[in-house]
């Protein structure tokens, strides 16, 4: 039974899925580990779960943060990260207040017609016609909405959401800087559910059937397979077309590492251009 996240399935990309499947990553960068705290900060907050009778919002963040920060100690650094924490987690609980949410860090899986696939998902918020999906960063990508689409065609195929629904996105990543969050919402009712169900579907099969194929696209900047995946692409009879690709990627790649130095990382938006660094990956694209 192949167990894939929709997370996962985001990428579009068997080759992928196969190397989760037989060489599993835990990534646990600090943005990682940030968006993990701020994840169940919020739950605490919302679900009233974990919470003992006298805990404050603060108690609950400190036992967050020493959970999830092994060995870290109570200091002035220390401080700064409970605050931005705090501060992120009670912006989205003021969202979260004017919804009718009745369910948090809700799990689910569906096989989408398939004996042997299970695709599995956490929906942070959700209401009977109602889904939220809170992110910790600050800048929307088209990954996000599809996300949340197929979040809620899954659960709409389980009896857990109405349609139509209104999903929103939530970018926590704003706080911080002092701003609101952004949110991005979209709606889906019953006959574009069906549109992403066979678009999932038809990709399952392809996978079922075609297990270690490469596909080349935006996502492969991200994608922590990228250094096995070049030489295995290379190392394959694939056909000319994909080895070209990444021969322009590698090209592309030694161009920006000559320029990535310059950029910290994280969501550059310049006059023309956003910048986007992550890692040693730098992702330049033009505004308009
Ligand atoms: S780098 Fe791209 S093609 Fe390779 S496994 Fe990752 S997503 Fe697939």
């Known amino acids: 039974m192949k167990r894939i996240s929709v997370t996962s399935l985001l990428y579009w990309c068997p080759l992928h899925l196969d190397y989760l499947d037989q060489f599993p990553l835990e990534t646990t960068g ?29 108690d609950v963040a400190w036992s967050v943060f020493l959970e999830k920060f092994p060995g870290a100690q109570v200091g002035p650094l220390a401080r700064q990260v409970i605050d931005e924490l705090l501060a ?7 969202i979260a207040e004017t919804l009718p949410l009745v369910a ?12 042997n696939v299970k695709v599995v998902g956490i929906a942070d918020a959700m209401g009977e016609n109602v889904l939220l999906d809170w992110k910790t960063g600050s800048f929307p990508t088209d990954s996000h909405r599809q996300q949340v689409k ?24 704003t706080v911080p800087k002092g701003d ?15 549109t992403v169900e066979s678009f999932v579907q ?26 096995w995946c070049k030489r295995t692409v290379r190392d394959s009879d694939r056909g000319s077309a994909v080895r070209q690709l990444w021969e322009m990627q590698e090209k592309a790649y030694l161009l920006q590492k000559q320029i990535a130095p310059g950029f910290t990382e994280g969501i550059h938006v310049m006059e023309e251009f956003i910048v986007e660094k992550k890692g040693d990956y730098l992702r330049v694209r033009r505004k308009w």
């Open 30 to 58: 600090a943005a990682d580990q940030i968006g993990s705290a701020v994840h169940d900060l919020i739950y605490r907050m919302l679900s009233g779960d974990g919470t003992g009778f006298f805990d404050t919002e603060e």
């Open 150 to 173: 197929v979040y809620a065609t899954m659960l709409w195929r389980l009896g857990k959401l109405r349609l139509p629904a209104s999903l929103s996105v939530v970018y926590l990543g």
């Open 202 to 227: 038809r990709f399952l099969s392809d996978y079922l059937s075609n297990p270690a194929k490469p596909r080349i696209s935006d996502h492969c900047l991200f994608c922590p397979y990228g250094r």
């Open 180 to 194: 609101e969050p952004l949110v991005r919402t979209f709606t889906i009712d019953e006959s574009e559910a069906v």
């Open 88 to 94: 992120v987690a009670k912006a989205a609980k003021r």
């Open 104 to 115: 948090y860090e809700e799990k689910f899986e569906h096989n989408f017609g398939f004996e």
